[in-house]
Structure formats: C-alpha cells, structure tokens
C-alpha cells in the first residue's frame, strides 16, 4: 500500500501519490500547453525549493505527490519566485532613490579628492576616484 503525500489530506479529497516526485510534472496535469517550458525541473526540486529540505529515495519520506499537491506546490513556488523577485526589486529601487550623488569640487588636488568618502545608508562607504571627467566609485565596506 503506497504511502500518501499528505496525511493530513481527508481520504475522499485525494487519492493516494500516484506520481513519482524524480520527474517533472506531466504536461497533462498543467491548465496550458504553453506552461510545459517554464516546469522543466523535477518535483523533487520544487520541493527543495518551497519547503528547503532535500529528499532522497533512501529518506522513508514519500517518493510519490498527487494531483492536488502538485498544484499546491506550483502555486507556492510561483509565490517564492514572486516574493523574491519583488524584494529584489524594491531593494533595487530603494538603492537607486537613497543614493547621494557627491558634487564634484573643482579645486582640489588629487590627493584630497582620494580622501572624499561618502557613506550609505547600508554602513558601506564609497571612496571616490576623481581623475578630470572620471567619477567612479569603488565600494569599501564597513569596519566591524
């Protein structure tokens, strides 16, 4: 008797795994065609990646999923990738907004304009190269 892939599940709302968690997930069991490119990792690997626990054959966890559970997992993974993908975004967003700009000062010699150093937000300080027409900066992280 095969195990199923959620206890919790009530035994008239699903029917035991009947789909190994080492393939991919079957084209029939997406809403579209056109979704069989974006799913190319196995099961397995989208539980890695929602729940952050590596399955093996040899764990004694269940090596089956069925139909409902697949889609939980689809929907959760979508919302992962989302979530990360909106932080790193507004992190993005928020860097570019709170940057300084620091005025380049016409009259100082190299020497000094070595030294100028504008801190962050973050603690990170950038200390700026000033050669005639150049501005770059070169990240120089906090001292702890």
Same mark, same amino acid.
């Given at each position: 008797?095969?195990?199923?892939?959620?206890?919790?599940?009530? @035994?008239?709302?699903?029917?035991? %795994?009947?789909?190994?968690?080492?393939?991919?997930?079957? @084209?029939?069991?997406?809403?579209?065609?056109?979704?069989?490119?974006?799913?190319?990792? @196995? $099961?397995?690997? !989208?539980?890695?990646?929602? $729940? %952050?626990?590596?399955?093996?054959?040899?764990?004694? !966890? @269940?090596?089956? $999923?069925?139909?409902?559970?697949?889609?939980?997992?689809?929907?959760?993974?979508?919302?992962?990738?989302?979530? $990360?993908?909106?932080?790193?975004? !507004?992190?993005?967003?928020?860097?570019?907004?709170?940057?300084?700009?620091?005025?380049?000062?016409?009259?100082?010699?190299?020497?000094? !304009?070595?030294?100028?150093?504008?801190?962050?937000?973050? #603690?990170?300080?950038?200390?700026?190269?000033?050669?005639? #027409?150049?501005?770059?900066?070169?990240?120089?992280?906090?001292?702890?």
């Amino acid at each position: 008797m095969q195990k199923r892939c959620d206890p919790l599940h009530e @035994p008239n709302l699903s029917a035991p %795994g009947s789909h190994t968690i080492y393939a991919k997930i079957p @084209p029939n069991l997406h809403e579209h065609p056109c979704e069989c490119p974006r799913w190319t990792m @196995p $099961i397995s690997r !989208l539980l890695t990646e929602v $729940i %952050g626990l590596d399955s093996s054959e040899a764990d004694g !966890l @269940p090596q089956k $999923i069925c139909v409902v559970c697949i889609s939980y997992l689809k929907h959760a993974y979508t919302f992962r990738r989302q979530a $990360i993908d909106n932080v790193a975004a !507004l992190l993005a967003a928020r860097y570019l907004v709170t940057r300084r700009a620091v005025p380049f000062q016409k009259n100082l010699d190299k020497q000094q !304009l070595m030294q100028t150093v504008v801190a962050d937000d973050y #603690g990170g300080t950038y200390a700026e190269d000033s050669e005639p #027409g150049w501005r770059t900066k070169r990240c120089c992280f906090p001292k702890d």
